[in-house]
C-alpha cells in the first residue's frame, strides 16, 4: 500500500506565512492608533482654537500682556504672561537640571565601578516615578521655606510668597535630571571603548578623555537629552500649578507668583467655565499653542540628532 509523503516544509512555511501575515496586521494596527491618536488630538485643538479666533484677534492672543479672559467688564486674551511664565520655568529647570544631570551622567560613565552604576542609577529612576503633584507638595512645603529664610538673610535677595517661580524651577528641575543623566549616560555609553583606549595612548587623563573625546563623540545624544527634557518641563503642570501660583504676570522677578500654560489649563478644566464660553475655548487655544512648542523642539531636536550622529563601525 502506498501513500505520498507529506510535504512538511510546505506546511510550515503555510504556517509560517498565516503567522506572518497576522503579525503584520496587529503591529499595522498598533501603529496605525498611534497616528491616529494624534492626528486626532490636533484635529480636536485646531477646531477649538478656531472658534476662539473667530472671537478673538490672533494679533491680540500673540502680542497682548494681559491674560484675564474671565473678567466680567473687559476681558484680555494676551498669552504672553502664561507663555512668559513657562519660559521663566523652563529655563530655570534647564539650568539646575543640565549641568547636575550632565556631570552625574559622566560619572555613571567614565568614573563609577559597575557596582556603584547599578545601585545609582536605578536610584535616580526612582525620581521620574514619583507622582508630579507630590513634587508640587515638596516645593512648597520645603523648597519655599528654604527661599523665604534666605530673602530675609541674603542681601538683595528679596523674600518670596507663597506661591513663586523660583521654587516651581527648582523642582522641576530636579524633576528632569534623571532625564537628562539617564539619556546622556546611555550615549556616553555607546562611545566604543577603541577612542577611549587611542586617547589613553596619547597620554590623556581620565578628565581629559571624558570632557574632549567622549562628550563629543556623544554630543548628538546628549543634545537630544536636553531638549526631551526641555519639553518635559514645558508640558509639566501638577508641580508647577501647585509651586508657581496662577497670577500671570510678566515680571523678571523669579520669587513672584506666576502662571503657566498648563497651570492655567488645569485652572479652566476643573473650574466653572461652561462649555462653549470664550474661556473653554481658550483651553484649546492655549493647547495648540502649547503643541507648536514642543512640536519645534521635537523637530529641532531630530535635526540635531541628524546633523551631529556618529557612526561607529
Known amino acids: 500500500m502506498s501513500s505520498e509523503p507529506i510535504d512538511l516544509s510546505r506546511s510550515g512555511n503555510d504556517v509560517g506565512t498565516i503567522g506572518d501575515r497576522v503579525a503584520r496586521y496587529v503591529f499595522f494596527a498598533c501603529a496605525f492608533v498611534t497616528v491616529a491618536t494624534t492626528v486626532a488630538i490636533i484635529a480636536v485643538l485646531v477646531e477649538g482654537a478656531i472658534d476662539f479666533f473667530s ?21 484680555s486674551f494676551g498669552v504672553l504672561p502664561l507663555v512668559w511664565g513657562t519660559l521663566m520655568i523652563t529655563v530655570g529647570a534647564a539650568l539646575i537640571a543640565v549641568p547636575v544631570g550632565t556631570l552625574t551622567a559622566i560619572y555613571l560613565s567614565e568614573y563609577a565601578s559597575p557596582r556603584v552604576r547599578s545601585v545609582v542609577k536605578p536610584v535616580l529612576e526612582i525620581l521620574a516615578g514619583i507622582p508630579t503633584i507630590v513634587y508640587g507638595f515638596f516645593a512648597i512645603s520645603f523648597i519655599t521655606p528654604i527661599l523665604q529664610g534666605l ?52 597620554g590623556a587623563t581620565k578628565f581629559e578623555v571624558s570632557t574632549q573625546v567622549v562628550l563629543p563623540a556623544s ?67 492655549i493647547g495648540l499653542t502649547l503643541f507648536v512648542m514642543t512640536f519645534l523642539m521635537n523637530i529641532f531636536s531630530m535635526w540635531v540628532r541628524s546633523r551631529y550622529r556618529e557612526e561607529y563601525q
Open 219 to 285: 554630543l548628538s545624544g546628549i543634545v537630544a537629552a536636553y531638549i526631551l527634557a526641555v519639553s518635559r518641563a514645558i508640558g509639566e503642570t501638577m508641580a508647577v500649578a501647585l509651586a508657581a501660583g496662577a497670577l500671570p504676570q510678566l515680571t523678571r522677578n523669579p520669587f513672584e507668583e506666576i502662571q503657566t500654560m498648563t497651570a492655567y489649563m488645569v485652572e479652566i478644566g476643573t473650574g466653572d467655565a461652561s462649555v462653549g464660553s470664550i474661556g473653554y475655548q481658550s483651553l484649546f487655544a
Open 151 to 202: 530673602g530675609g538673610r541674603v542681601p538683595l535677595l528679596p523674600e518670596p510668597g507663597t506661591f513663586n517661580a523660583a521654587a516651581a524651577a527648582i523642582v522641576v528641575g530636579i524633576m528632569i535630571i534623571p532625564m537628562v543623566s539617564s539619556i546622556s549616560e546611555d550615549a556616553m555609553s555607546s562611545v566604543p571603548d577603541s577612542l577611549r583606549n587611542a586617547a589613553y595612548g596619547l
Open 55 to 75: 472671537a478673538v484677534s490672533i494679533v491680540e492672543y500673540l502680542t497682548g500682556t494681559n491674560w484675564s479672559p474671565r473678567a466680567a467688564d473687559d476681558p
